[in-house]
């Protein structure tokens, strides 16, 4: 297989998992964090470890600012977000709610977590890569609503 | 110090999802659609970031503290209990049902639109009801 042949989303996608990979790094060897956005994010809404809020805050402004300032320069790609916004809803909601409840998302499960060998974040890794599964092909081929 | 670290992290975490195109919904719904039209891309973004942190949690575990001088997370008690697999069963409904997970929601909402705002605000919104299930969670992940 040649390099010309391997489909660039897969390249990028390589590249941008070592961007952020190298991120979670940068914040566990420098302020010894987890990166986890559901957890950053859910404990300034609930106000909980307010000592810390600051720098969450600081991560959260940079999360949003800086590549919305790509997006400015280079053009915003497609996110082709859902127009059902009730549908929309109704997955925020969960995913609020569920990462709050397992205590960790993509971000901090999936990667901060598996790649130390949390058996709790290999085990909500594999359920809710199993549920969204499920829930995909219920939704999409069952139900027809996506 | 601290929140210079919070900053380049955050700015890099964004970019990191931006290009790895986890800010396009239909990637990851289709990495989710395994008996549809299944897009492996996520498999490489997912790879990919986990290969750093490989090498980032060996070096914390040479060393003592972080550079900012804090004690590095330990590691959580394996308790596999109700409230990690109802959690984690209910993320992967609502991450299948928008093609969002926090991260990629948070970065794009600049450019993601109505939809992509209602979303934020709605997962903002699950997050106020988890504190009213049940006792409060364990450390983090």
């Known amino acids: 297989m040649s390099l010309s042949s ?5 390249i990028l996608g390589l590249a941008g998992g070592l961007v952020i990979g190298l991120s979670a790094a940068i914040l566990l060897l420098g302020n010894a964090r987890i990166l986890g956005a559901s957890g950053i994010l859910g404990s300034i809404v609930e106000g909980s470890e307010p000592d810390s809020a600051t720098e969450r805050l600081w991560f959260l402004g940079a999360l949003i600012g800086v590549p919305g300032i790509a ?3 280079f053009g915003a790609p497609q996110t082709n977000v859902s127009g059902d916004l009730p549908l929309l809803v109704l997955a925020g909601v969960l995913v609020g709610l569920g990462t709050r409840l397992a205590n960790g998302c993509t971000s901090g499960h999936g990667v901060c977590g598996m790649s130390r060998f949390s058996w709790r974040s290999i085990v909500s890794t594999l359920v809710y890569l199993a ?3 499920v829930v995909m092909f219920v939704a999409r081929n069952i139900l027809g609503v996506l | 110090m601290r929140h210079l670290v919070s900053a380049i992290s955050g700015g890099l975490f964004g970019l990191g999802l931006l290009i790895s195109g986890m800010t396009d ?3 990851v719904q289709g990495w989710l659609d395994l008996f549809g039209q299944w897009d492996p891309t996520l498999a490489f973004v997912l790879g990919g970031a986990i290969l750093p942190m490989l090498l980032a949690w060996r070096v914390a575990a040479r060393r003592k503290v972080s550079v900012v001088g804090d004690a590095f997370p330990t590691m ?3 308790l596999i209990d109700g409230r990690l697999l109802t959690g984690s069963v209910l993320f992967g409904a609502g991450w299948a049902l928008a093609g969002f997970c926090p991260g990629p929601a948070i970065a794009s909402v600049t450019w993601g639109g109505l939809g992509g705002v209602v979303f934020v605000i709605a997962m903002i919104g699950g997050m106020v009801l988890s504190t ?3 006792k409060r969670r364990l450390a983090a992940a």
């Open chain 2, 25 to 27: 919904t239909a990637k």
């Open chain 1, 131 to 133: 549920a969204g599964i």
């Open chain 1, 6 to 10: 391997i489909p660039s989303d897969w």
């Open chain 1, 71 to 73: 997006v400015l320069i």
């Open chain 2, 132 to 134: 009213f299930v049940g």
């Open chain 2, 76 to 78: 959580p008690e394996p």
